[in-house]
Nanobody, 123 residues
Framework: VQLQASGGGSVQAGGSLRLSCAAS????????ITWFRQAPGKERAIVAA???????HYADSVKGRFTISVDKGKRTVYLQMNNLKPDDTAVYYC??????????????????WGQGTQVTVSS
């Protein structure tokens, strides 16, 4: 399994970005694919997840602003981020796992990770 994250950048507050996680070597219907983020000095935290290409989950802080989706044909999971805030500034990672034992928010569940992509939101 390989994951390749892209799409980060610098935007002003209120702007939008779309992150992409290109996945190879996995069957989307068998995996949970999750976006995490890590801000300087903070722990890695869940942003959004999509389970078996259907059920979605969002952190409270991004509900109503972010949307996770999957395009099986392009083998890519997207994170559409609207109305961005300075607090969204972080390195964003995509991760994948077939088995979730301790909750989707626990990064220890995930054995496949993409490289991070930086998102910077200025006020």
């Amino acid at each position: 399994v390989q994951l390749q994250a892209s799409g980060g950048g610098s935007v002003q507050a209120g702007g939008s970005l779309r992150l992409s996680c290109a996945a190879s070597g996995l069957i989307f219907n068998h995996y949970t694919i999750t976006w995490f983020r890590q801000a300087p000095g903070k722990e890695r935290a869940i942003v959004a997840a999509i389970r078996r290409a259907s059920t979605t989950h969002y952190a409270d802080s991004v509900k109503g602003r972010f949307t996770i989706s999957v395009d099986k044909g392009k083998r890519t999971v997207y994170l559409q981020m609207n109305n961005l805030k300075p607090d969204d500034t972080a390195v964003y990672y995509c991760a994948a796992s077939q088995v979730i034992l301790s909750g989707i928010s626990d990064s220890n569940n995930y054995n496949h990770w993409g490289q991070g992509t930086q998102v910077t939101v200025s006020s």
